[in-house]
């Protein structure tokens, strides 16, 4: 062996314990960043509900997009069915929220946050469609589990799925299912086609041209 070969592997082996010093440098961070100033690993993900009550408000969306950090900007007031008034703020793309206000009280609240969302305001329907579209009516009310005939010919199937949940299919000329309300502990609502459509968490349906 002569000395070249010798500083050779002199050489090899100090960037071989180089890169292992280097891996466990990288291995040690990637720990870190996984878990908190307590030690407790932090979740992968997480998730916030937008359901709320039926009278005292609902939403219609499932999870946040993210473009809440935005300020909502105010698409206007609108007279509803009752005589209260409307407010309409756009919080995101297919995010906008509805204050429902009489004699400078907000009496109900409801999200659409990329689908429509539905109201039962003590008799008042309201539904607010990803869009931002508010339609508002009374009366039609029909309760509690069966098939019925709505505006616009759609038929509803209301069944009772359990305490303050219902399910309701909404089925077209043809038969089939073409959508479906769920009520679950909130009201929901829908645009089917023009024609606007609330289930209440009570099992009361109610649709309107």
């Not at 314990?17 to 100033?37: F, K, Y």
């Not at 949940?165 to 959508?179: L, P």
Request: aromatic share 4%; glycine share 14%; with cysteine.
């Amino acid at each position: 062996m002569n000395a070249n070969t010798t500083v050779r592997r002199r050489r090899t082996l100090r960037i071989a314990a180089a890169a292992l010093i280097a891996a466990a440098g990288l291995s040690l961070t990637a720990c870190n960043n996984d878990t908190d100033n307590t030690g407790t690993k932090k979740p992968a993900a997480s998730a916030e509900s937008n359901s709320g009550g039926s009278s005292t408000g609902a939403q219609g969306s499932d999870a946040k997009t993210g473009d809440t950090d935005k300020a909502p900007s105010s698409t206007g007031d609108q007279k509803l069915a009752d005589g209260s008034t409307a407010k309409i703020d756009k919080l995101g793309t297919q995010h906008y929220r509805l204050k429902i206000i009489n004699d400078g009280a907000v009496l109900a609240t409801l999200e659409a946050n990329q689908r429509d969302a539905g109201l039962d305001a003590n008799g008042m329907y309201v539904v607010l469609t990803l869009g931002g579209e508010v339609h508002s009516w009374m009366g039609g009310e029909q309760s509690g589990p069966g098939t019925y005939k709505l505006a616009g010919g759609w038929t509803a199937k209301v069944t009772k799925v359990g305490d303050a949940h219902f399910r309701a299919d909404i089925i077209g000329n043809g038969g089939s299912v073409d959508g479906t309300l769920e009520a679950n502990q909130h009201d929901d609502g829908m645009d089917a086609n023009g024609v606007y459509i609330v289930l209440s968490a009570g099992g009361v349906i109610s649709a309107h041209e």
